[in-house]
């Protein structure tokens, strides 16, 4: 059986969202796109099979400027935001673990070092990890920390002009491979230093444990971890400088939800674009199934979504670029691109019938997939009540 | 009790999506949102219960070149097709019923005459209609041909260099009013003219009826009428000479439609307006309700469908300015931007308790509204068959 | 044009859940449905438009028993609760205000006299509410509180043996035509009454006045009005004494749910067998629209939705007749049937295309009155919230 | 971690709807629910991801009279049919794998046999299927015949008295393991047999190939087949006497789709449950997160999907046992309680956050298996056009 993935990127684009790209960022999707298309795509279900994928891959990211990919300097590409947001689009238009990995390295773990470490954090490891030398992760959720990550326990705590820490974190991307993880700790009292504070964790520090999730039936593409701290021993230039409070790593998950708010719309034409395809070509009662209202109606549905959810990415990235965006517009990003995407894919799995439970087609993966999309770096719940904080002024989280 | 209506225009912009507007269509807008508040919002439930607007609002909308606004020449404004959608916007932002006045007026009855019209045609009636002088109706639905106009039993059969038309006319916005009506017609075989054709009707013409709809529940700012021909005899210039077929009427369709897009956010505005407004000072349990997570989920979601329909309204101005706008992409905005607008005044109204259900407030009389609005100019069904006959090159209307 | 109303009450009916009736409760039904066709149906939209049934009607619903229907004693029918329901549900079949002036009769007004009230005011006020010739009406929400009841302001102070009511009550059913108010107040310290206390107060007594609601777009067959109570003196014996704080007002809401829970299954099925009738009979593309997917996919819907709705109120019956019923069951019923009612209601409106929206189908009317029945006697939060609570042991309501 | 699967099924039926069963179908609902629990649920996750569970334990459900169970003779349990379904609705509490294997066994091989086969089919076969002895399949769908069967293209030719087969089944589960096939195939003219008949094939027979689907991401705990037939020849007594036409599969499937109707109330019921269970136990932002509205929202309407589908379950579960039951009514219930059962699903693995997606709860399980269970026996789009045919009179399926 034909592997249909994501034919018809432009019949996707009814309203021809792409023509208000700039030539260079143009440019970048369209390389971005043929490497998906080359390299990522006849691997993937493999990849989601194994349960991650090849570590080679993250070097040749690195060689095509897709590592930390908006930021400026250290090796890193310097794309506007848009091209980044395309960029995401084009790789999660694959699968979303394979975006996931991106957004993990360029967003959480080099953005954190890139905004907020020393010089010399920055020039030790942004160049590897631009070059996909080096694989970074993020720590800041806990078993019992998700969606209120104050609650943190993973504890700091001086000892000399060294930090100890203890405690672990839960749904690590990346961890299983990571050769550095940004970490966030509570710290204690005293000595300049009080609150949630990010540490830059070689992985192969003594006391560093990653243990690797089992059992996940989404985003088997990419690999996560529970990170475990046993009196893991930090010199004290390991804290980043400029990060004091919740603020530093909220800025991080920003800077990811931005690239997911791109990404979902690649999953979601990747489903679209299937189902249209194999509803041209799937006949029953004697016709092609395209031409029945029902299917019709799904396939304007889901057309309608994706031209709404492209221009909602399109509008936060030149926000971005404007240097305006803020954290209650990304919400609204996350929380309607998201869910349509998984609504599309959901879709898109009707039209396919029986085949869209197998392997055969993308669709069934990138379904799974969005769930946990929906879930990380804030569930619908929680940016929900961040635009309602927003409009009415009123925190109603707890 | 206070009149809280659509007091937060840029609240309700949370992606600021009107700076990317120009200065002029600023202006523009920001002249039609003055009238609206000045001149309108304080009567428009006096005219919703009365079943209609004062005449002179018609000369005073002309004044302001509201009407054919985005046409060139014979005393029209000659703005922006985007301009033209800003002040749909505004004007459905008091009452869907203002907007299908000027809609009806522009889009229809003077886009007829302007596109397909004589020379001799454009100048008798457009700078009266752009004036405000006189009101025009545009006479394509009967009824038994909604959704499929070619089904029209309107008859017009030639007597010497005579048209005779016989045949009726349902759901005709202005039609009480009307001072000219296009109607459309089939033509019998020969002398040069088959198929559906135009003809500019002055209605005091003998054998022309305007009957007005009673017992409407929506839309009652606006009058309707069912017109009745009776051997209605005109002269040979009385036809469009540009227009054959019905590609004549749908492009009349498709204005009306693209005003329809950019109307609807106003009614939407409004509504989320009113509703954020109110929930800010209902209190419930010794609280604002506006801090119960239920209600800033509703709002959220009100917020976030406002956004995409704003935006899916901005390009389509765009493409319309660059003289791009294909019928397909206009289906796509009627179809969402219709569908965003009726679920959030829905929400609204139930943001607003008991309340929601008299005139003190603009929610339910905009809900009811916008039923009409969801069937006129192409159903959801019609429109899902549209894209979908786009993307998949099947048609499935019958 | 032909009034098309609820023609096919069996057809709606798919899965026989009426055979489950008894003997004696389908008599019942087809008495009531007899009525209802009768006398009520043809004049319905009279009534809409004049806003207010004629006090006759009261009468002669006294002469048929349907007043306090399922109370024992004093005049009343004594059915069992499923019966009640079912009338309820052929009331409502024509009008949700017609229920609604039931409800308020026998659930709301009846009820509480005849569950917490003194044998002298059962004898003095039931005989004449069963037989129409006294209308009584139920005073417990207020302007601030609505959801929240506990919040009410209106007070009774004792004055000597007197009490003396001061305060105002708001939306409230037959306001404007009631003879007798079981009105519900705090009562202050001391005496024997502390907290929120019920009284039978006769709508002559100095110092009570009702003034009409106006501008009402939804359930205008029903009157509703603003009680104000100024300095309203009562004799001691006007105070319901079986009923101590808030219990006692909400065990009449619970009867008047339960109501509500039957009734709205007759709205939804007129709209459902409305719109069933109109596809029949409603041409387009040269066919009956009732043979297009889309359309059978909405009726399909529609016919689901209304046997869900079916068989929840019989469960809710059966339950209540066997004395088993809990407030949290019938949240479960007043969430679900309101909402699934209005959806039908909603997309028999599209069915009926333009035509939906005036008066010559009931389907308008029915789809503005259940928005106030969506509001009253708990909105979908609540019941929502109360629900959760059953569930979870723990209140969220504020 | 706790495996917490399906703990309160008491709490998950509100309105008390198992009290409407008879005391026996109750015991029997004991006895499947405890064997559920400690035979299947233990074991469920690892027959998951081995795709497919042991041969033992179709021994062991034919013990426990779970095979063909509302048949009556032949060593099958004959209970009733509501029993039968509630059996469904256990084994498919634990998964809708078990429950498919049982549906085949005992709905479609077992039944087709039961009522369409000859005395010596049925004595040969129907003993060893009820003991487990035998396992049966049932070939219908083809790769190109799935929503409309009558397009099958496997034929059975006669070659003398015996018949020969060729062609291809596809979705056919415990295709590969079963003893015995029931397949449907076009018989040519002549012969008295034309049209399309039943076969009752043993596995062993050769030209005869189970070829098992890999890469299905849904319902792994069941096998699912492509079974090839390369010139298979059977002797005349293989075809089953009284099935002629479609008719006869056809019979079959709804069969099987009551038992689905019953069965996903199950799957609904272990992921609202688990759901309930975890929102107790998680604690965010200091609390409960069953505390917050936004989840108690979610909790009440699984709860009241939930009833609905339980009574809907039971109403369909009366008609059968009396007798009177249409495949229109058994299409209502195959529509509304999948699409409930996976919206519950879906919903319940919003509340297990990031848990949500691996194995450790069985949510994530029953919410991609519903996905197949959505699909076969009749997509949503077949019943919604089954039900529409049944209230127009007019097919609308091609």
Not at 68 to 79: R, S, V
């Given at each position: 059986m034909t592997l249909l993935s994501d034919v018809a990127p432009d019949t996707a684009d009814l309203l021809a969202v792409d023509d208000e790209l700039t030539d260079t960022d143009r440019d970048i999707r369209d390389t971005v796109r043929s490497f998906a298309h080359t390299e990522l795509a006849p691997y993937i279900t493999e990849w989601f099979d194994a349960g991650g994928m090849p570590r080679e891959l993250v070097k040749r990211m690195g060689e095509l400027g897709l590592?930390?990919?908006?930021?400026?300097?250290?090796?890193?590409?310097?794309?506007t935001a848009t091209a980044y947001g395309v960029a995401c689009r084009e790789l999660e238009a694959i699968d979303s673990g394979l975006r996931s990995f991106v957004s993990t390295q360029g967003s959480l773990a080099m953005y954190a070092i890139h905004r907020w470490g020393s010089d010399e954090q920055k020039q030790r490891w942004l160049p590897l990890m631009a070059a996909g030398d080096a694989v970074g992760c993020f720590g800041l959720t806990e078993p019992d920390a998700g969606s209120d990550p104050s609650a943190m326990r993973t504890a700091a705590r001086r000892d000399g002009t060294d930090w100890v820490l203890d405690g672990s974190k839960m749904w690590i991307t990346n961890g299983p491979l990571a050769d550095v993880a940004v970490i966030w700790a509570q710290t204690d009292a005293g000595q300049g230093a009080r609150g949630i504070r990010g540490f830059v964790v070689p992985t192969d520090t003594p006391g560093f444990r990653a243990q690797e999730v089992r059992g996940k039936l989404s985003l088997r593409a990419s690999a996560t971890a529970e990170l475990v701290f046993d009196s893991l021993r930090l010199p004290?230039?390991?804290?980043?400088?400029g990060a004091v409070g919740l603020g530093g790593p909220l800025s991080c998950l920003s800077e990811a939800r931005y690239g997911i708010v791109w990404g979902v719309v690649g999953a979601a034409r990747s489903c679209f674009g299937t189902a249209l395809s194999y509803a041209h070509h799937r006949t029953q009662f004697g016709r092609s199934i395209a031409g029945f209202q029902l299917t019709q109606q799904k396939l304007a549905g889901m057309a309608v979504a994706l031209t709404q959810a492209s221009l909602l990415a399109g509008r936060l990235g030149r926000l971005k670029d404007a240097g305006a965006l803020r954290p209650a517009q990304i919400s609204v990003g996350k929380l309607a691109n998201v869910r349509t995407a998984l609504d599309i894919a959901r879709t898109a799995r009707t039209i396919l019938g029986g085949s869209g439970i197998t392997q055969d087609y993308p669709v069934f993966r990138h379904m799974v997939n969005l769930e946990t999309v929906l879930t990380y770096e804030g569930t619908e719940e929680m940016h929900a009540l961040a635009i309602g904080k927003e409009l009415t002024g009123m925190s109603a989280f707890r």
């Open positions: 590592l930390g990919m908006h930021l400026e300097g250290y090796g890193c590409a310097g794309t004290a230039d390991a804290m980043l400088p």
